[in-house]
């Protein structure tokens, strides 16, 4: 145990890949986000879509969990999940959200703190209609975080469905949709060495125009 403390305690990289000044860099933070992103998948980076995302119940406490990014432009960004989930039903009481990239191979994050929303019951059936037909048959069989019995449980209400479903196309449940998350602000951090990392965030004005600003690391 105190070999593991150690290797915490003295674990760290000093970065150097790149840099980010509030000088070149677009003046509209989407564009900024899409530039980094197509290098992060230009890189092959694993996932470079997952995000952890963040929301708070009506006691305050908060809780975070990953998920895949599904699309993303002026209006937000976007992923789906059960509507009865612990996120989801923090969601109903709580409307403000907020998402993290972390891609360790370009030492970069990107925070993105806003207002989260259902997307309409179309946006959610054409991409449910896109999936797996094994991903749409679990989005029946799970009763996402609910406390279930066992594996088993799990794996027969599964194959419950997908002898329902064998010979036709499966449905949305009603309980299963998009949520959107329209930013109100987004942080760039770039690493740098000696911890002097370049932070630069984007925030929406009260005339809907974004404002930048460098943050101390």
């Not at 933070?29 to 995302?53: G, H, Q, T, Y």
């Not at 989260?116 to 797996?132: A, C």
């Not at 799970?142 to 196309?169: A, C, G, I, M, T």
């Not at 329209?182 to 125009?209: A, V, Y």
Request: charged share 35%; hydrophobic share 30%.
């Amino acid at each position: 145990m105190d070999e593991l403390r150690e290797y915490i305690r003295k674990n760290r990289i000093d970065y150097g890949k790149d840099s980010l000044s509030e000088n070149n860099i677009p003046s509209n933070p989407i564009d900024l986000f899409k530039k980094w992103f197509i290098e992060a998948a230009e890189k092959k980076i694993k996932d470079a879509n997952a995000m952890a995302v963040s929301t708070v119940n009506a006691n305050g406490k908060p809780s975070s969990r990953i998920v895949l990014l599904r699309n993303f432009d002026e209006n937000g960004f976007v992923f789906f999940t059960n509507y009865n989930s612990r996120k989801g039903k923090e969601i109903d009481v709580n409307k403000s959200v907020c998402l993290l990239f972390f891609w360790a191979e370009l030492e970069r994050q990107v925070r993105i703190e806003g207002i989260i929303r259902k997307q309409t019951e179309k946006d959610s059936d054409d991409y449910f209609n896109t999936r797996p037909k094994e991903s749409q048959i679990s989005a029946w069989a799970s009763p996402q975080s609910q406390k279930v019995e066992d594996r088993n449980f799990l794996e027969n209400k599964h194959n419950e469905y997908k002898e329902k479903f064998e010979s036709s196309r499966v449905p949305r449940p009603e309980f299963w949709g998009g949520y959107i998350v329209i930013p109100e602000s987004i942080e760039f951090w770039q690493g740098r060495s000696g911890r002097l990392h370049d932070r630069i965030c984007f925030e929406k004005t009260s005339m809907n125009e974004w404002s930048k600003s460098r943050l101390a690391p």
